[in-house]
């Protein structure tokens, strides 16, 4: 009698591999293992998370590479609204998992899979998120989510992998890293109270640069593009370059205090050398050349936008049209950007720009006007506060 499927999302960790065995042993399935890599992962942790997989006797694995579709769909539009939620983070790892679960499901599809599987516990957003996509995606395939229905403990995964003769030194670390090309998030101990911060060997980058350096970023129709005169044609290679520029300064750390899916508070530190430039950058060159109300409604726009791709709504096609009027707004968004690099921090210097609104030729602000004549302030300043002058005037002793 032939084996019914299931595809299991595999990333090597402890979860997963108690999946992976349980739903084999116990189930009776065949389990094909699927990694969807976000550019988190070198060549040589993907050859080790193979040969996990295949020591845990999976039918087959298949690393899937969607690190430009990860762009693509999530990446660009959080640079283009400037997305940090909470007005802190970067949205890190939760806005990967847009790409892995759409990308893991469609593979489920592809080989006739009868199950899809995830690792996710009960208690985090990642269960809401997977569920989700595998039940927009294929909602003909039924979802086993092993680790939250039978609401196991790290020690009894363990337990119950050593009883199958699996034993991959499973140490309880004390922090949580999930590493991912638009930053890296660190959970555990201090983040697990309100009042303590990550020590320093918590964050997997350490300061190695103490000389300050002055970079330049290009940016095409909100883009990020070239990094000191080198354009890359591949936004990914963009990143990358200047995230090895900068990640040697400890750039880009901070602690982040959200509202989970599930209702609770979530506390998560993270670093992110070149997400948090390329927004901030960005940012600057846009206050130059977009006009007062583009900005505001952009930034309406963005935290919505930011907030729900975090929430796992990816699919809702309202996104699909905030992403419209976020990419009509790069229309101008074009230039350098300049930017001191120091211990622990940056400074976002200044921008040059063919678009840049700040031109002479209409006025220096608190110095010079040229574009208009003090009569012309006079009377403005009258018609710009009649509707309020008219209510006080009204409604008399009500200041």
């Known amino acids: 009698m032939e084996k019914k499927k299931v595809v299991l999302a595999f990333s090597g960790g402890l979860d997963t591999s108690y999946c ?10 065949e389990v094909h293992a699927a990694l969807a ?26 690393a899937l590479d969607v690190t430009q579709d990860y762009y693509n769909t999530a990446i660009k539009y ?10 802190t983070y970067p949205i890190s790892v939760s806005s990967e998992r847009m790409s892995q679960a759409t990308a893991i499901a469609k593979y ?11 690792g996710s516990t009960g208690a ?35 337990s119950y992998l050593r009883s199958h003769g699996v034993d991959f030194d499973f140490k309880k670390a004390e ?32 300061l190695k640069e103490s000389k300050s350096r ?58 992110a050398a070149a997400p948090m430039i390329i927004i901030k950058a960005h940012h600057m060159l846009e206050k130059h050349t977009l006009t007062k109300w583009q900005l505001f409604w952009k930034d309406q726009i963005a935290a919505f936008y930011g907030n729900y791709l975090h929430e796992g709504q990816y699919y809702d096609p309202v996104m699909r049209d905030m992403e419209a009027m976020l990419e009509s707004s790069q229309r101008t968004v074009s230039g350098d950007v300049y930017v001191d690099l120091h211990p622990y921090r940056f400074v976002v210097v200044g921008i040059k720009s063919e678009h840049d609104l700040m031109s002479n030729a209409f006025g220096a602000y608190g110095e010079t006007m040229s574009d208009w004549t003090s009569d012309d302030v006079k009377g403005f300043g009258k018609i710009f506060g009649n509707q309020n002058k008219i ?9």
Not at 78 to 87: E, H, P, Q, S, T
Not at 108 to 118: F, P
Not at 177 to 203: C, H, M, R
Request: net charge negative; charged share 25%; proline share 2%.
């Open 124 to 158: 985090g957003n990642d269960q809401v998120r997977f569920d989700m996509v595998f039940n927009i995606i294929a909602p003909e395939i039924e979802v086993i989510a092993l680790i939250r229905e039978k609401r196991l403990s790290r020690e009894e995964e363990i």
């Open 20 to 29: 992976a065995i349980y739903l084999a042993k116990e189930m009776g399935l």
């Open 175 to 206: 922090y949580s890293i999930n590493q991912g090309i638009w930053g890296t998030s660190v959970g555990g101990k201090e983040t697990l109270t309100s009042s303590e911060t990550l020590p320093e060997e918590a964050y997997p980058s350490q």
């Open 391 to 399: 209510w006080y005037k009204v409604n008399k002793g009500m200041k």
């Open 37 to 62: 890599n976000t550019g988190g992962f070198s060549a040589e942790e993907l050859a080790k998370i193979e040969k996990r997989a295949y020591d845990l006797g999976v039918k087959s694995y298949v």
């Open 214 to 271: 002055r970079i330049t970023l290009t940016f095409e129709k909100g883009e990020f593009v070239g990094l000191d005169g080198k354009r890359f044609d591949d936004r990914i290679a963009a990143i990358q370059a200047l995230q090895a520029v900068a990640a040697p300064y400890a750039i880009g750390r901070d602690m982040h205090v959200g509202d989970t899916i599930i209702g609770i508070k979530g506390r998560v530190g993270f670093e």
């Open 78 to 87: 959080m640079i283009f609204g400037n997305v940090l939620k909470n007005a």
């Open 108 to 118: 489920a599809e592809q080989i006739g899979a009868d199950y899809l599987c995830h």
